[in-house]
């Protein structure tokens, strides 16, 4: 641990103001609460947000999961969970059941979560509004009086022009019936793992300065039409690794003739089912 | 027998290693001190004090060193460290009118009180590369020492009533916005401060287009002055002022024609910029965007991208741009996976539709 | 029977400049009321104004809602505003570019009005969605292309479509058929009235074409620098107008 720095870098006020923004997130789930951003020793985009909310809940009997894409070992994952040794000296593990932290970008575990763990996003667009409507004060406003028919313009668009809807990742939802927000860019294979869960999850946009939280066993609804109900990605294939028939698969060029590979992109998940075979 | 994409720590620890060794170039060479780049590379380490929303020299110089002169990368590096510095308090607004005066010049006025004064300027060099050792003569002394203060320009004209008047007591308290997010829409105060750390080139190009029509505005270099001025600050504790050092800075009020609107006269019309250090372009810019900002105040119509808060004010920090530009880089498998998917759906669902097409073709036929 | 709309005094100014002065008129429901007068004339600000897009200076605007009580339009928040405009009237811009959205298909532009309400059926969407279009004489066919493929007086059919799907009660039009070949004004005209007239609704429409105003409106007001100078039966106002302003309005228009 760098002595050169305060325990988890930021200062203890800047931590104060990020939690009392997050008690609000709490109490108005799914509502974007704008903060004051701070700048953080990585780049805005890589992840600004979600370090600031993982700095302002980490103590030092906490132990930290960070995923990138689902795995612990990607470049990106590996330089936040250095960060954070170096700035808190606390424990990191790859195994999901063992973390009270995991930061995550673009994946939810397949391990289910329980009450005592928190799940933090990295969130680049907090705005699901914003690709139709780029003006913040407008947005605002829609967000304030439930407005929401633009996002649906989106949605019927896309059944009209593709027979059904074309967006199979930050699949926008709504969250205890009220605000319409993003998950984050988590494929829509992971959005039913936003309801009721039982572990907190937080959502930071370090760029963007806002954040904003579904408490745990909010009821999360993606959005969709009657007679278009949301569905998820399957695959024809198993985890060529560890047979896993319902997991969210990368698929992997081996060669270049083509071959593929489809494999599990949660590391943990697929090392553990390959640790412990089916008895 | 497929080997996951593993060892992201030691790939990290070896590209450290690669970029140190890159940084320092041949170690032949001596290593450039913080000196060297404070003394000879002062516009540079002025910039980054003004993008990085840090007055300090050293630490400029220092993060230019470690950036091997990638500026939007220094300026990061002291962005990053300020954030970690504690907050003692505010200074007192400065006093640009109080600035001992280095350069100042008008180009309203052929003559104006005080004197036009060139200054350690480019303007009038002619760029023509000086090969030699760059000569380190003294500098001529002038007859007449500047005078400690200077009138500003832009008085002249308030005393005729022919320009907006800039009530100092009327301006809200400042929102800091290192602290606070900015919201839309953003006041003039806030605008500045967003302005001020934005980018040179950035804004420089804004500025240039509401010269080429892209916005009306009309303006001229009321005033552009460089100098040091104090800065002062008044601890709780102690309940009276103290002078705790002086900085130099470039400020630059622009003046615009206007011609009344939103109930307001016939009048000329400010903008405002004020960078740390020397930093003439930045100032000059700032000012013009400042003005064309000030659209819906005036009752002006908002047509051009240099008059729309939210696409300037959004994306003008190199920083936040910076970041999620290169963001792009991190791996996105997940989601490109998602879309890959998708994408095959959509061919075979075109393909299928251009075969029945196809089909039914020679029937439809006339 | 009760007034819809009732306008007591409205006036709007745009800092010193009068946008529109002391104007006064009740709409009854099932009613087209025209507004004419030349451009600058400020038919269009009072259109704006007891639309609620822009706030009244002085004077009021009351709507009468179907449960029978009455709202002050001045009393009325951001959030009451947009329920009314959304759900109850509809507002047809002069330029259809500026009323539609010009990024999604005809048919999602007729259908954005039904979601808004919560309408969550594709289905039934594209089915209104076509059978509107087949209403305003576009090719239910070309439900799926895009408004900027359309030529002007379809783009303006389409807006007309998107303004009516869900049946408002009051109508507000800003020179609907301004910028529009005569032919095909005439068939946009001719497509007004019938559904004006088949859906019972209440409209205001502004104009500078006195021959609009005989079309369409029972009643017409003359404006004139921002105060309304003449008001009364279109036939009359058209056939033995009383004020300076509107006898020449007519006589300029009769020797063109």
Same mark, same amino acid.
């Given at each position: 641990m760098t002595s050169d720095y305060n325990f988890a870098f930021l200062d203890e006020n800047t931590k104060r103001m990020l939690r009392r923004a997050l008690l609000k997130a709490v109490a108005i789930p799914g509502y974007q609460v704008p903060f004051g951003s701070r700048e953080m020793p990585l780049p805005y985009g890589w992840g600004t947000g979600g370090i600031q909310l993982t700095a302002a809940l980490l103590g030092p009997d906490d132990v930290l999961k960070v995923i990138d894409q689902g795995a612990d070992d990607t470049t990106n994952a590996v330089n936040i969970r250095r960060f954070f040794a170096r700035v808190t000296g606390v424990a990191t593990t790859e195994r999901t059941s063992e973390a009270s932290v995991i930061q995550t970008r673009h994946r939810i575990p397949e391990t289910p979560l329980r009450e005592d763990q928190i799940l933090v996003f990295q969130v680049p667009?907090?705005? @699901?509004?914003r690709t139709l409507e780029p003006r913040e004060a407008e947005t605002r406003t829609l967000h304030a009086l439930a407005d929401y028919g633009l996002m649906h313009v989106k949605l019927y668009e896309d059944i009209a022009q593709y027979g059904h809807i074309a967006t199979s990742y930050d699949y926008p939802v709504l969250v205890d019936g009220r605000f319409l927000t993003? @998950?984050? =860019?988590? =494929?829509?294979?992971?959005? =039913?793992?936003?309801?009721?869960?039982p572990a907190l999850m937080l959502f930071g946009a370090g760029r963007e300065k806002r954040l904003y939280a579904i408490p745990p066993y909010t009821h999360v609804e993606s959005l969709a039409f009657d007679d278009h109900p949301f569905e998820i990605q399957r695959w024809e294939q198993q985890c060529q690794l560890c047979g896993s028939g319902d997991s969210y698969l990368d698929e992997v060029v081996?060669?270049?003739?083509g071959s593929r590979l489809f494999v599990c992109s949660d590391t943990d998940y697929c090392g553990q089912r390959r640790a412990e075979p089916a008895a | 027998m497929y080997v996951a994409v593993k060892g992201g720590e030691q790939a990290i620890s070896r590209s450290l290693e690669l970029l140190a060794e890159a940084r320092r170039g041949d170690p032949s060479i001596p290593e450039l001190s913080l000196d060297q780049i404070r003394e000879q590379l002062r516009l540079g380490v002025a910039r980054v004090m003004q993008e990085g929303s840090l007055y300090d020299e050293e630490l400029a110089a220092l993060a230019m060193r470690q950036a091997a002169g990638d500026m939007l990368e220094a300026i990061f590096l002291l962005r990053a460290y300020r954030t970690t510095l504690p907050r003692f308090g505010y200074t007192r607004p400065?006093?640009?009118?109080?600035m001992r005066v280095r350069r100042r010049v008008s180009g309203t006025f052929k003559d104006i009180p005080g004197g036009q004064v060139l200054g350690p300027t480019y303007d009038y060099t002619q760029r023509l590369l000086e090969f030699g050792n760059v000569a380190s003569e003294p500098s001529t002394q002038s007859d007449a020492p500047l005078p400690d203060a200077m009138p500003r320009v832009l008085d002249l004209l308030d005393a005729e009533a022919l320009i907006e008047r800039a009530d100092a007591g009327s301006d809200p308290e400042p929102i800091d916005l290192t602290r606070d997010p900015m919201m839309f829409p953003a006041d003039r105060a806030t605008r500045l401060q967003n302005l001020a750390r934005g980018d040179e080139g950035f804004l420089l190009g804004m500025a240039y287009s509401t010269q080429r029509g892209y916005a009306e505005s009309h303006p001229f270099a009321g005033e552009i002055r460089m100098g040091e001025v104090d800065v002062v600050i008044c601890p709780e504790e102690l309940g009276f002022a103290i002078e705790i050092g002086s900085i130099t800075l470039t400020e630059c009020q622009m003046i615009n024609q206007f011609h009344g609107g939103n109930g307001l006269a016939p009048q000329f019309t400010r903008g405002y910029g004020l960078s740390m250090g020397e930093g003439e372009r930045k100032a000059m810019s700032m000012a013009l965007v400042d003005r064309t900002l000030r659209c819906d105040e005036l009752g002006e119509p908002s047509v051009a991208p240099a008059q729309n808060q939210e696409f300037v004010l959004s994306h003008s920090d190199s920083v936040e741009a910076s970041g999620f530009v290169q963001h792009l880089k991190l791996p996105h498998y997940v989601d490109f996976q998602a879309e890959l998917s998708l994408l095959r759906t959509l061919s075979k669902q075109h393909a299928r539709q251009h075969a029945a097409e196809d089909m039914r073709a020679p029937e439809t036929k006339p | 029977m009760s007034a819809l709309l009732q306008v007591r005094g409205l006036s709007h100014h745009y800092g010193q400049r009068?946008?529109?002065?002391?104007v006064s008129f009740d709409l009854h429901p099932g009613e087209l009321l025209c507004i004419v007068g030349e451009s600058g004339s400020g038919k269009s600000t009072l259109l704006k104004t007891v639309a609620a897009q822009l706030t009244a200076s002085s004077g009021s605007v009351r709507y009468h809602q179907r449960d029978d009580s009455w709202l002050d339009l001045n009393e009325l928040d951001e959030a009451g505003r947009r329920r009314l405009a959304r759900e109850e009237w509809g507002f047809v811009t002069q330029n259809p570019r500026d009323g539609l959205r010009l990024n999604v298909s005809a048919g999602a532009n007729v259908a954005e009005r039904l979601m808004a309400k919560g309408m969550r059926n594709y289905g039934q969407l594209r089915a209104i969605a076509k059978g509107w279009l087949e209403r305003v004489e576009i090719d239910p066919a070309r439900v799926d292309d895009a408004p900027t493929s359309f030529s002007g007086g379809m783009q303006q059919r389409l807006q007309i479509a998107r303004t009516l799907v869900t049946q408002p009660r009051l109508v507000f039009m800003d020179e609907p058929t301004a910028g529009l070949d005569v032919s095909v004004q005439a068939r946009i005209l001719d497509l007004l009235r019938r559904l004006v007239n088949e859906l019972g609704l209440a409209a205001v429409m502004v104009t500078h074409d006195l021959a609009v105003a005989r079309l369409l409106a029972a009643r017409t007001m003359v404006m004139q620098g921002g105060r309304v100078v003449e008001t009364g039966l279109t036939d009359q106002i058209l056939d033995d107008p009383q004020h300076p302003y509107t006898q020449l309005l007519v006589s300029s228009v009769l020797t063109t």
């Open positions: 667009e907090p705005e @699901p509004l993003s @998950p984050s =860019p988590i =494929p829509k294979f992971d959005n =039913p793992k936003l309801d009721r869960s081996t060669d270049d003739r | 400065l006093d640009t009118n109080a | 009068v946008g529109c002065q002391d």
